[in-house]
Structures are given as C-alpha cells and as structure tokens.
C-alpha cells in the first residue's frame, strides 16, 4: 500500500461501494459463505464474487473459515440492523463517495444529493465515531477555557459524544439539536441521559447556561448563519459565561480545504470559514476577548468568546 497507483489510492471505499449497491453485503449477513452462493444471491457473476471476496478478506471485512467468508466487525455498520450510533464512519465514506461523483451536477445546480433515511442514519454513526482521544482533547481545552462549567449546552450535539464527555466531568447538558437527529436518536440519548431540547440554532436558543459549546457545527451554516447563531449564543449565556466552538478554520487546519469540498458535496450551504470571519462574527455578537486556540494533539481549533460579567 502507500503508492500511486489506482488501485492503492481509491480501491478500498469503490470495493465497500460496489458490495453494498449489488447485494454482496446483504448476502453475506443473509449468511451466503461461499462465493457460488454470494454470487446468485446478488445477480453477479461468479468470477465477480470470487474476486470481491477475496479483496474483501485481504481488508479485513471478511474472514475465510471452513465454510467460506464471514464478514467481520468492520462490515457491521453495513448491516441495516445495526443501530446508527453503532455503524462507525464505513457506511457514510460510501455514501461521501456517491455525493463526490454527483459534485459535477451539485456545483452547477447548487443543490446537493438529499440523504435518503439509510444515508441519515450512516452519518449519525460518522459523528459517532469521533476518536475518544479527539473527544477528550477538545473537552480538556473547552474547560481550560472554562473551568468546571455547571450548566452547559451542546448545541447541534447529535449523538452527544461531546455532551456525555461533559455530564461524565459533572456538568447538567442539555444537548440541542434539529427533530429529525432527536427523533432518530431518541433512545439513543436516553441511554446517555443527556436532556435534549429541538431546536435551530440560527432561529433561538434556551438561555441560563454558563458554556455553550458545539463541536463541527458551524460547517453546517453560512456565514449569515454563522452570525445569527452567535448572536443567540450570546443570548443563552449568563454574563460572565463562555461560547467554545471546535472547527476546522481555514488557514489553520490542514484539512479546511478539503472539508469544504466534502460541505459542498453533501449541503447547499456548508462551508470552511477563515479566522477573521469567525472572529468578526463574535465580535458583532457581544463576544469580548475572542480568540481562536488550537487544541494540542488534534486538528482542531477552538473558537472562544467571553460574555462580559
Ligand atoms: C457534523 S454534526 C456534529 C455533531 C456533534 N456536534 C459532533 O461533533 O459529534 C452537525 C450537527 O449539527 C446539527 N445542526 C446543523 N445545523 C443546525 C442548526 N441550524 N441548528 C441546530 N443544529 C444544527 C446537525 O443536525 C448535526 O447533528
């Protein structure tokens, strides 16, 4: 591995892609072991299966036994039983790799491929799979910023990684975000017993928290969006609290770049934003001191802002 070649570069994500479009996944969960019996169940042929098995052991998705292969944890989050939060980041790379071959269409059009329910679901397991060194980094810094916060909301907190590692440390969370990511998740936050409220955070926010934070959020907005998010931040916090924000800003973070292309593949508005936009948009909030940090150990910077006491 690690060359140039084609099929060093792109071949994992287009053999996990091909698998899950013909049936070869749902085969092998249906218990299909050998590679005749793969191909009729998914109306290949055989010399296809033959190969895609055997590519697909030497990843890893699968394991040769006795009585042929059997997928391995890695392909779990192609199973549709597989409960969103549990799916890791595989699925939503294929589904990523569906809206980079659409982006000649969305970048005429301006609008994106919408998500089917089952793409939904594969991004909640993305921003699930966040790594728990990542996650504990950003927290670590937040609370640098703000020491012990008690009462704290995690604003687009969708699976509520972020969230538990703050109620984990002592805080009350309330975690906010849009009703579709509520509703798919709502057993899901129980388990974590995070409070949740509905809500978009251009339009409002509940208010008497001492941190708001939100985490890979503002690549969600525009920059009109981006300003009247702060404003309401602003509005949520008691005086004296703290807004932290972790993103990836453009001009410091290696992947900014990158990301942005990815926001365009999959939103009509998402994007990466430079320093002095953030900075300007939380100085006409209210915002004193602001300042954007990196957070050691990571890719990410944070975003912080001051309400006066
Ligand atoms: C990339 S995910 C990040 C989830 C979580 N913060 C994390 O880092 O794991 C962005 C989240 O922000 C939410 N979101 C996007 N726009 C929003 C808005 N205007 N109001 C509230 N939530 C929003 C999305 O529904 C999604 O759950």
Redesign the pocket.
């Known amino acids: 591995m690690g060359s140039d070649a084609i099929y060093d570069r792109h071949h994992e994500v287009f053999l996990l892609w091909a698998c899950r479009e013909t049936g070869v996944f749902e085969a092998l969960f249906a218990g299909r072991r050998r590679p005749d019996a793969v191909a009729e169940h998914a109306g290949i042929t055989d010399r296809a299966a033959e190969i895609v098995l055997e590519a697909l052991a030497d990843a890893g998705y699968t394991q040769e036994s006795d009585e042929g292969y059997i997928p391995t944890e890695e392909l779990r989050g192609f199973d549709p039983e597989t409960p969103p939060t549990a799916r890791g980041i595989l699925p939503h790379r294929v589904d990523s790799l569906e809206n980079y071959i659409h982006l000649p269409e969305t970048m005429r059009t301006g609008s994106a491929p919408e998500p089917s329910e089952e793409e939904f679901k594969n991004?909640?397991g993305a921003?699930?799979s966040?790594p728990e060194g990542t996650l504990r980094a950003i927290v670590t810094a937040a609370e640098h910023v703000h020491p012990r916060p008690g009462q704290v909301l995690?604003?687009?907190?969708?699976?509520g990684?972020?969230g538990a590692e703050f109620a984990r440390r002592g805080a009350d969370v309330t975690l906010?975000?849009?009703r579709?990511?509520l509703e798919l998740l709502a057993d899901h936050h129980e388990e974590l017993d995070l409070d949740v409220v509905e809500?978009?955070?251009?339009e409002s926010l509940p208010d008497g928290f001492d941190l708001v934070f939100?985490?890979?959020?503002t690549?969600?907005?525009s920059l009109s969006?981006i300003n009247e998010?702060f404003g309401n931040v602003f509005e949520a916090l008691e005086p004296g609290g703290t807004f932290v924000a972790?993103e990836w800003v453009l001009g410091r973070a290696e992947v900014a770049e990158r990301f942005g292309m990815h926001m365009l593949s999959m939103s009509e508005v998402g994007n990466t934003y430079t320093e002095s936009e953030y900075l300007s948009a939380l100085e006409s909030a209210g915002f004193a001191d602001a300042e954007i940090r990196d957070v050691p150990d990571t890719r990410f910077q944070l975003l912080v802002g001051r309400k006066p006491a």
């Open positions: 991004y909640m921003m699930a966040v995690d604003v687009g907190g969708g699976p990684r972020f906010l975000d849009q579709s990511v809500g978009d955070a251009r939100s985490a890979r959020m690549v969600s907005l969006g998010y972790a």
